[in-house]
Each structure stands twice: as C-alpha cells, then as structure tokens.
C-alpha cells in the first residue's frame, strides 16, 4: 500500500520568508502532483512531476524519484499564499484505478 | 475559466433522502472522471473511477449501490448518494484528467446529512 507523508502538518510563517513544504511516499509513481486547497474547498493543480525540479512564479517544486521524495517551495512567501498544499501520486500501477493517493496535506498560514 | 464545473457547491439533504451531484468537464471530452470525498481534517480519498459508457469502478470499502455514479456522456459524471444519512456529510470533489495528464478539478460539493 502506498503511503504519503507530507510535512510539517501545520506551518506558520512570516511574510517574505522562504517555505519549504515535504513529501515523501513509499511505492513507484509515474507522477507527483502539488496541489492548493484553499478554506472554501477548491483545488488547484499548482504542479505534475515526474523527474527533475519545476519552477512557477514563486513556486518550485522539486522531486528525487530515488529517494521518493519531493519538496514544494515557496519564495518570498505572502498571506495569499495561506492555503492547504497537498501531496498526491499517480501510481505506476492502478490496480483499475488511475485516481490519486493523497498526503494528508500542510496547512500553511503566512502573518503580515 | 472553470475547466471542470462541479454542482450543487453546497447541499443539505435530510436523512433518508438522495442528492445527485454533477461534474461536467468544460474544455474537452473525458472518457474518466475521478470522485473524491474528504472529511474534515482529513486526506482526500479516492471514492470511484467513473468510465463512459460503461460501469464504475470503486474503490475498496465504497458501497456501490449506495453512491451511485453515472457517465452517460463525454463531459458529465454524475455521483448520487442514496439515502443518505448523517456520516455521509463531506465534501465531495470530481477531477478530470486533461492534456499532458493535468489534473482539473472541481469547485466541489459540501454535503450536510441532517
């Protein structure tokens, strides 16, 4: 069974600092995805990874396929940017099914 | 713009009674759609792979007959909850799976048994 593990869980910062979100997950993928949730409960597919490091914006995210292991990061962080990020997977194998399997995701708060 | 529309946003249904939510697919055609629930304070969990035209695929410890879920065409999915009852209020979220295995999904739907 493949596990996701993100942390922190919960992350409090001050505006303009560098934030560093992790993942880690147990079993093959073909992708990872970064989401946003934000509190009304809409996602947004903030990145796809299979290999490599993406940047967007004041967004990058990195992923070792090795190490299983990936990392969102946020620069010159904002209260905007206050949101729930989420680790999800695509596995090699479905099983059937071809859904996601989600971390438990950081809910991030940036204070002026 | 909105790739994939989700309605109603917000239900309340009484116990006993079945509320029909619908993901509709805006952009492109979508021969799968993914339906997800999440309680509050917990991870998103994959309910059921909705497939066009033929029958759904759910995960382990979904009732099949109790969410029912029906694709009758390229851009919409349905997912009802039948008789519905208080541990059945969550949010619900559909995802389409767009070009270069984007992911689009949903504004959502927060359901509330009463």
């Known amino acids: 069974k493949n596990e996701v593990e993100q942390s922190p869980q919960n992350l409090t910062a001050q505006e303009g600092e560098f934030i560093t979100i992790n993942c880690s997950y147990s079993v093959g993928i073909s992708a990872l995805h970064w989401l946003q949730q934000h509190p009304g409960g809409g996602i947004v597919s903030l990145f796809m990874?299979?290999?490599g490091k993406k940047k967007h914006g004041r967004l990058i995210a990195t992923i070792n396929i090795q190490e299983k292991h990936s990392s969102l990061h946020i620069t010159a962080s904002h209260p905007r940017d206050s949101a729930v990020y989420i680790c999800a997977v695509s596995l090699i194998s479905g099983g059937g099914a071809d859904g996601l399997t989600f971390g438990k995701g950081t809910h991030l708060i940036i204070q002026p | 713009g909105a790739v994939v529309s989700q309605h109603p946003s917000r239900v309340i249904c009484k116990s006993g009674t079945s509320v029909k939510i619908e993901c509709r697919s805006l952009?492109?055609?979508?021969?799968?759609m993914f339906w997800y629930r999440q309680f509050p304070k917990q991870s998103l969990m994959l309910m059921a792979t909705s497939n066009e035209g033929s029958k759904a695929t759910y995960e382990q410890g979904v009732e099949k007959d109790k969410f029912l879920i029906n694709h009758a065409s390229l851009t919409l999915s349905t997912l009802t909850v039948t008789s519905a009852h208080p541990e059945d209020s969550s949010f619900y979220i559909c995802?389409?799976?767009?070009?270069?295995?984007?992911?689009?999904f949903g504004e959502g739907s927060w359901l509330t048994v009463v």
């Open positions: 952009d492109f055609q979508a021969t799968t």
């Open positions: 990874l299979s290999s």
């Open positions: 995802s389409v799976r767009g070009f270069g295995n984007t992911i689009y």
